[in-house]
T-cell receptor
Framework: EAGVVQSPRYKIIEKKQPVAFWCNPI?????LYWYRQNLGQGPELLIR????????DSQLPKDRFSAERLKGVDSTLKIQPAELGDSAVYLC?????????????FGSGTQLSVL | DAKTTQPPSMDCAEGRAANLPCNHS???????VYWYRQIHSQGPQYIIH???NNETNEMASLIITEDRKSSTLILPHATLRDTAVYYC????????????FGTGTRLQVTL
C-alpha cells in the first residue's frame, strides 16, 4: 500500500515568489493535515481537512498561505508571496475518516528554502 | 491538550533497552498518551498510544504510571535504525483533538 505522497521533495525559491506543495493521502483517508516544521522544532499544525472541508485552519497565516482540497482527495498548499521565514519542511499527513484516535500517517515532506 | 516534558537527548547502546521518559502531570482523564518518532529527513512515524493500561506492539512498549502523570516508552532491543527524535504527545479524542508536538527526545543509538 502506498503511503502519503508529497511533491516536490525539495524547493528553492527567491523571496516574494509563489510556491505550491502537493499531497496525495493514503487511499480512503478522509482526514488530511498540513504541518510546518522549523529546524530543530516539532511539527506545527497549519490546517486540517475532513473530506473537502477545512475544519481547523486557525493556525494558517491567511494573508499569504492558502490550501485547497477540491475533491476531498489530493491537496495543495500555496504560499504567495514567500518570505525568508517560510523556510521549513512542510508535512502532509492523513488518517481514515471517522477515526477517533490520532494515529496519523505522514509523508516525507517538502523542504522549502527561501533565499 | 496537556503539555509534556521530555529530556532533550539520550544515548543507548545497540542491543540494550532504550527507556524514554515523559512527564505529563496536567493530563486529564480522557486524554491519551501518543508516541511518534522522526528519523532524519522523514516524516513522523506513529509508534504506540495508550490511556491508562500498559500497551505493547511490535515496535515498543508503553508504560503509564498509575496516576497517569508520566509514562515511559521502551524499545526492548535498540538498533542503529532506532536513532531518531521521539515525541511524547498528549491528546484527547474527537473532532477537536489534535497532535501538538514539542521538541522531543533525540535518541542516539551507538555501537
Amino acid at each position: 500500500e502506498a503511503g502519503v505522497v508529497q511533491s516536490p521533495r525539495y524547493k528553492i525559491i527567491e523571496k516574494k515568489q509563489p510556491v505550491a506543495f502537493w499531497c496525495n493521502p493514503i487511499s480512503g483517508h478522509n482526514t488530511l493535515y498540513w504541518y510546518r516544521q522549523n529546524l530543530g522544532q516539532g511539527p506545527e499544525l497549519l490546517i486540517r481537512y475532513e473530506n473537502e472541508e477545512a475544519v481547523d485552519d486557525s493556525q494558517l497565516p491567511k494573508d499569504r498561505f492558502s490550501a485547497e482540497r477540491l475533491k476531498g482527495v489530493d491537496s495543495t498548499l500555496k504560499i504567495q508571496p514567500a518570505e525568508l521565514g517560510d523556510s521549513a519542511v512542510y508535512l502532509c499527513a492523513s488518517k481514515p475518516g471517522g477515526s477517533t484516535n490520532e494515529k496519523l500517517f505522514f509523508g516525507s515532506g517538502t523542504q522549502l528554502s527561501v533565499l | 491538550d496537556a503539555k509534556t516534558t521530555q529530556p532533550p537527548s539520550m544515548d543507548c547502546a545497540e542491543g540494550r533497552a532504550a527507556n524514554l521518559p515523559c512527564n505529563h502531570s496536567t493530563i486529564s482523564g480522557n486524554e491519551y498518551v501518543y508516541w511518534y518518532r522522526q528519523i532524519h529527513s522523514q516524516g513522523p512515524q506513529y509508534i504506540i498510544h495508550g490511556l491508562k493500561n500498559n500497551e505493547t506492539n511490535e515496535m515498543a512498549s508503553l508504560i503509564i504510571t498509575e496516576d497517569r502523570k508520566s509514562s515511559t516508552l521502551i524499545l526492548p532491543h535498540a538498533t542503529l535504525r532506532d536513532t531518531a527524535v521521539y515525541y511524547c504527545i498528549v491528546s484527547g479524542t474527537g473532532t477537536a483533538s489534535k497532535l501538538t508536538f514539542g521538541t522531543g527526545t533525540r535518541l542516539q543509538v551507538t555501537l
